[in-house]
């Protein structure tokens, strides 16, 4: 057979091939487009020896592994006590404050970083707290599948990424689905409280916090909060006031 000269078997199974990888190729890039679209990037930083032993061995009286099966918050703080959740609670500082200053309330932090999880986990155990759960994965998932509607009595969000460069702000957390999700977990009277040292942030925010069914601003619409409620000020916050950095709190009520 001369170079020129094909194959008519070969030939199929060549084509046949290229059809293959180009359906392959095309249910691969339908199926990125399903994709959630994550309003974190998942680093892995190094944990402390102190924070790996403290997940190591705390990991039992704090540590809530993700199942999707809803939570009892009786059963898991052994008391009847109101639940506060934060989302991306960083390295746990202001959490672990308002956990010491309000021990009559329950605490429930969602994090996906693990030397942040392992930091907090170490501060709760040396300062003996009982009233402070942590979880280690992604809040929106958790949220749906194991958080009952109509349980908490506030949910924090302070300082989330903001994605400031405009082709990323589809990234942004607070969006009108996610809005919802924490309207839906919410007890009637409940708060949702947002903290944000980005003014383009929190500017998006009230906006759409403003606009969302269900809720009310508590400082008026059209308005940030003059005070900071629950929220625990902290190093980084602090160093950045010194610095002439603002900090917008928005706080609004299950109607």
């Not at 405009?166 to 957390?173: E, G, L, Q, V």
């Amino acid at each position: 057979m001369t170079q020129r000269e094909k194959d008519p078997a070969v030939d199929g199974e060549a084509s046949g091939k290229i059809q293959k990888a180009e359906h392959t190729d095309g249910e691969h890039k339908r199926e990125h487009k399903r994709r959630k679209i994550k309003s974190f990037v998942l680093r892995q930083g190094r944990l402390t020896k102190a924070q790996q032993h403290a997940l190591d061995n705390y990991w039992q009286d704090y540590g809530v592994d993700y199942a999707e099966e809803v939570i009892d918050f009786n059963l898991l703080f052994g008391n009847d006590n109101e639940v506060f959740i934060e989302i991306g609670f960083g390295n746990g500082e202001s959490l672990l404050e308002q956990a010491k200053a309000q021990p009559d309330y329950n605490f429930l932090g969602i994090e996906v970083h693990g030397p942040g999880v392992g930091h907090l986990i170490h501060h709760a155990h040396a300062e003996g707290l009982h009233n402070i759960r942590v979880m280690r994965h992604d809040a929106v998932d958790v949220l749906n599948n194991q958080i009952a509607d109509n349980s908490v009595r506030q949910v924090q969000l302070f300082f989330p990424d903001p994605w400031h460069k405009k082709r990323h702000h589809k990234r942004r957390i607070i969006k009108p689905e996610f809005i919802q999700l924490i309207r839906q977990k919410l007890k009637t009277g409940g708060t949702f409280h947002m903290a944000t040292d980005w003014e383009n942030y929190a500017e998006q925010m009230l906006e759409q916090m403003d606009e969302a069914e269900g809720f009310s601003n508590t400082a008026g619409t059209g308005q940030y909060s003059a005070t900071k409620g629950f929220r625990c000020e902290t190093k980084f916050e602090r160093r950045g006031l010194k610095l002439g950095h603002g900090v917008w709190d928005l706080i609004y009520q299950k109607s």
